[in-house]
């Protein structure tokens, strides 16, 4: 049986014997780096510094729930507003895998200037062991590189540790249980809207997404049971729709709700058709430029849970 008191115990032991310089961390707002920011910050105190990327690739509000969930708990923080550059250097990349690694890069080319201005020697990420598995750590073939795994160069000249390497998506919310959060948000992942848009990632296009995920958010929290995770992804393929008596080519966009425990297998959640059809309306409604929408009713496996 896992007990957070004691994997916390241990691992702040561990890091204080480990570390001997000053580290950053990398915080998404995720359960996951926001857990590796406390415990490295119990282990460390200000000799850590929580690093929010604003990579403008987040959700609508989300920096500020970073911002209050990292004050509540202590940690001490900077929010950085990188989006010109992460935008700048997506420029014309569609392949996923390439697309990830650039944010990757990006992530750890922000970090190392951090890095010296705070003097650090150690960067801490809030990797979880589904990361590495599903990038070929162990014995399975790489599925996608996730970006703070594969996507990592080797140029970093920063020694990396990892405290919650071992564990699994359900552990992490007990830790973070026993550290009285409330209530976390549902997972997110590190290369944020950027792997739910199919094809070139563009300001308007980033912009579209944000307000179509902020409608399907508000859907789905008036289900009585919400679903593990639940997102909207921006197609790459136009298709028809009309505006009044006219015919245009507007954007489509999946809806993805999905049950799981851990994230590595998981099942398509069977939202209410109702709650469905309002999410679409209230999207194409408020949305012009998309005009369709559709819903994803495929388990992992065989599909993942995020479509890039
Ligand atoms: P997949 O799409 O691999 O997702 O079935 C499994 C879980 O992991 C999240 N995910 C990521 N998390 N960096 C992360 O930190 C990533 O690159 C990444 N890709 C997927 C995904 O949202 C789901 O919860």
């Known amino acids: 049986m896992f007990s957070p008191k004691a994997f916390v115990s241990e691992a702040v032991q561990k890091i204080r014997k480990d570390v001997t310089g000053r580290a950053i961390i990398a915080v998404s707002g995720g359960i996951d780096s926001t857990v590796a920011a406390k415990i490295v910050s119990e282990a460390l105190g200000s000799q850590v510094l929580a690093i929010y990327v604003d990579t403008g690739l987040m959700r609508l509000g989300e920096e500020k729930d970073v911002r209050e969930t990292l004050s509540n708990l202590g940690v001490n923080h900077k929010v950085l507003q990188e989006e010109d550059l992460f935008l700048d250097r997506l420029k014309g990349i569609i392949d996923p895998e390439v697309k ?84 976390m948000r549902q997972p997110f992942p590190g290369p944020g809207l950027a792997v739910r848009i199919i094809g070139e990632v563009t300001r308007d296009r980033v912009d579209l997404l944000k307000r179509a995920t902020f409608i399907l958010e508000k859907g789905v929290s008036e289900m009585k049971e919400v679903p593990w995770q639940y997102f909207a992804v921006l197609l790459a393929d136009r298709t028809t729709g009309v505006h009044g008596d006219r015919r245009v080519y507007g954007s489509t ?33 408020g949305i012009p430029d998309i005009s369709r929408v559709v819903y994803d009713i495929t388990d992992k496996p065989p599909a993942t849970i995020e479509w890039e």
């Open 253 to 285: 966009v999946a809806l993805r709700c999905v049950n799981s425990t851990d994230g590595m297998t998981a099942n398509f959640t069977p939202v209410p058709l109702d709650i469905l059809a309002k999410i679409s309306r209230d999207i194409t409604n």
């Open 100 to 183: 990830r690694k650039m944010i990757g890069k990006t992530f750890i080319d922000v970090f190392e200037r951090e890095a010296r201005n705070f003097g650090a020697e150690y960067l801490v990420q809030g990797t979880i062991a589904p990361d590495w598995i599903e990038s070929g750590g162990g014995l399975r073939d790489t599925i996608k590189s996730h970006h703070n795994v594969g996507g990592l160069p080797d140029i970093v000249n920063l020694k990396i540790i990892e405290p919650l390497r071992d564990l699994y998506k359900d552990e992490v919310r007990k830790i973070a249980e026993y550290y009285g959060i409330p209530k």
